[in-house]
């Protein structure tokens, strides 16, 4: 059976589409992360001040309105910083230097974040391949491309967001696999 596809191609990634999905995901991270802290805060401080007793119902109420306020609203401010700092850029940088090709029998995975991660994945290491799309990818229309391989261990499920047009390129891998595992 002769081989239809070039020996050579990149696969095309949507970088806006991936750019801001992973900068909407890491901001909800981290304002969801830090603000869990901040609702242990202004519980602790409500219930120093339920021990302390108050004067009135509405005037404990206010106390509460108020703690619960404030340390929402610093945990908030802390996740902003926190993002902006660490997160805002990287975001952009994965984005921008995901690369996805296939060279002969390989598949190469490259990324940048803060470590450069440079992969070749032989087609027969490639048990499977699906697709994914959770609600947040599904508000900014991107799908992930998912492989399993027979490496084990942490490595086992390669996820690769922001594939254009993933089913047809899920397909195509698919069919480049079965042709090209035994070279």
Same mark, same amino acid.
Request: proline letters at 1%.
């Given at each position: &059976?002769?081989?239809?596809?070039?020996?050579?191609? !990149?696969?095309?990634?949507?970088?806006? #589409?991936?750019?801001?999905?992973?900068?909407?995901?890491?901001?909800?991270?981290?304002?969801?992360?830090?603000?869990?802290?901040?609702?242990?805060?202004?519980?602790?401080?409500?219930?120093?001040?339920?021990?302390?007793?108050?004067?009135?119902?509405?005037?404990?109420? &206010?106390?509460?309105?108020?703690?619960?306020?404030?340390?929402?609203?610093?945990?908030?401010?802390?996740?902003?910083?926190?993002?902006?700092?660490?997160?805002?850029?990287?975001?952009? $940088?994965?984005?921008?230097?995901?690369?996805?090709?296939?060279?002969?029998?390989?598949?190469?995975?490259?990324?940048?974040?803060?470590?450069?991660?440079?992969?070749?994945?032989?087609? #027969?290491?490639?048990? !499977?391949?699906?697709?994914?799309?959770?609600?947040? &990818?599904? #508000?900014?229309?991107?799908?992930?491309?998912? &492989?399993?391989?027979?490496?084990?261990?942490?490595?086992?499920?390669?996820?690769?967001?922001?594939?254009? !047009?993933?089913? $047809?390129?899920?397909?195509?891998?698919?069919?480049? !696999? $079965?042709?090209?595992?035994?070279?």
């Amino acid at each position: &059976m002769s081989d239809q596809y070039p020996d050579t191609f !990149d696969i095309e990634i949507d970088r806006d #589409r991936l750019r801001n999905y992973l900068r909407t995901k890491w901001l909800l991270s981290w304002v969801l992360g830090l603000g869990f802290f901040g609702g242990l805060i202004s519980f602790a401080t409500v219930g120093a001040a339920i021990e302390q007793g108050s004067s009135s119902w509405r005037a404990g109420l &206010m106390f509460v309105a108020k703690s619960v306020a404030l340390s929402f609203g610093s945990t908030t401010l802390l996740a902003l910083l926190f993002y902006f700092i660490l997160s805002h850029r990287l975001a952009g $940088r994965f984005a921008a230097s995901l690369q996805i090709s296939v060279e002969g029998a390989f598949l190469r995975i490259r990324q940048h974040t803060t470590v450069l991660s440079d992969r070749k994945l032989h087609f #027969r290491s490639i048990v !499977d391949y699906a697709t994914t799309q959770d609600s947040l &990818m599904r #508000r900014f229309r991107i799908h992930a491309l998912q &492989m399993a391989t027979i490496a084990g261990g942490q490595n086992t499920h390669l996820i690769v967001p922001g594939v254009k !047009d993933c089913l $047809r390129v899920r397909d195509l891998l698919a069919d480049i !696999d $079965r042709q090209r595992e035994n070279q």
